[in-house]
């Protein structure tokens, strides 16, 4: 556990490792009890991740891609195809250099995204509903400070 002073005195100890299994605990029961519901077929995690990837960093590189998420290029290569192919993505040849492409979200895969995130969002609308007011609370307060950490952990290393 970490404890960081601030400027109002020493903050709480944060239990890192907890924080880390539970996050991807909720990501991974999220994903599994949401699903069903939807009737978009089911993508693996690795390719969801290249697809968020792109909708968040429309005309992204494939190299940008697979540096972003520390993958080999081949790698994401043969899982862009998957998504190209879905119809979740577009390949579009940069004009003023052929070798680079630059990678698109289709309106399909907008309206996936919001599909998915409504879901998710009642998966956890359904689970926090058997928390504690204050726990709820807890977690309201808490969602800026995880927005901000998501950001960071997704920054390029």
């Given amino acids: 556990m970490e404890s960081i002073g601030v400027a109002d005195?020493?903050?709480k100890a944060v239990d890192h490792r907890s924080l880390a299994v539970s996050v991807i605990d909720i990501s991974a029961d999220i994903r599994r009890k949401s699903h069903n519901d939807t009737g978009v077929r089911p993508l693996s995690n690795g390719v969801l991740?290249?697809?968020r990837v792109i909708?968040?960093?429309p005309g992204i590189t494939v190299a940008d891609v697979a540096s972003r998420l520390?993958?080999?290029?081949?790698?994401v290569s043969v899982q862009l195809r998957e998504l190209v192919a879905a119809g979740l993505v577009t390949r579009t040849r940069?004009?003023?250099d052929k070798r680079y492409v630059a990678l698109h979200p289709t309106a399909e895969s907008q309206r996936i995204k919001a599909l998915l995130e409504g879901a998710w969002a009642e998966a956890l609308i359904s689970a926090s509903s058997r928390l504690l007011p204050e726990e709820r609370d807890q977690i309201a307060a808490s969602l800026p400070?995880?927005?901000r950490l998501a950001s960071?952990?997704?920054e390029p290393e």
């Avoid at 520390?70 to 790698?75: K, P």
């Fill in 49 to 51: 991740e290249i697809l």
């Fill in 55 to 57: 909708e968040n960093h």
């Fill in 145 to 147: 400070a995880l927005q």
């Fill in 9 to 11: 005195g020493p903050a």
């Fill in 94 to 96: 940069d004009a003023a």
């Fill in 70 to 75: 520390g993958r080999q290029f081949s790698n």
């Fill in 152 to 154: 960071i952990l997704a």
